[in-house]
C-alpha cells in the first residue's frame, strides 16, 4: 500500500504558476512510476504527466508540453508538478497516481494509487 496527498492548490490568474506537490507514504516510493492526471469539470479524468521510478524518464501531454514540469525526490518521497503559464483550460482537480507501468501516454488504469485531488482553478 502507499499513501498519497497531494498539496500546493489554488486560484491563479492566466499566465501565474503553481507548484503541486505529492507526499507518498507506506511501501516504497522509489519503485514506483508516478504521475500526474487531471479531470475538469464535466470531463474525463486525462493524462499530463508521468516520470519514471528513478527520475530519468519523463512524459507529457501534448496541453502540458513546454509549460509543466514533472520532478520527484525520493529522499523525500514527493514528486511535483511544477506548472507555468497556466491557462484556464488547465482548471481542474489534479490528481497524483503511482504504479508500475511507464508509457509515454498512460491511462488511469495503469495505476493503483491515487490521492485525493487538489483543486487548480486559473481566471481569466
Known amino acids: 500500500q502507499v499513501q498519497l496527498v497531494e498539496s500546493g492548490g489554488g486560484l491563479v490568474q492566466a499566465g501565474g504558476s503553481l507548484r503541486l506537490s505529492c507526499a507518498a507514504s507506506g511501501r516504497t516510493f522509489s519503485g514506483y512510476t508516478m504521475a500526474w492526471f487531471r479531470q475538469g469539470p464535466g470531463k474525463d479524468r486525462e493524462f499530463v504527466a508521468t516520470i519514471s521510478s528513478s527520475g530519468g524518464s519523463t512524459y507529457y501531454a501534448d496541453s502540458a508540453k513546454g509549460r509543466f514540469t514533472i520532478s520527484r525526490d525520493n529522499a523525500k518521497n514527493t514528486v511535483y508538478l511544477q506548472m507555468n503559464s497556466l491557462k484556464p483550460e488547465d482548471t481542474a482537480v489534479y490528481y497524483c497516481?503511482?504504479?508500475?507501468?511507464?508509457?509515454?501516454?498512460?491511462?488511469?488504469?495503469?495505476?493503483?494509487?491515487w490521492g485525493q485531488g487538489t483543486q487548480v482553478t486559473v481566471s481569466s
Open positions: 497516481a503511482a504504479g508500475n507501468i511507464l508509457a509515454t501516454s498512460p491511462a488511469p488504469y495503469y495505476f493503483g494509487y
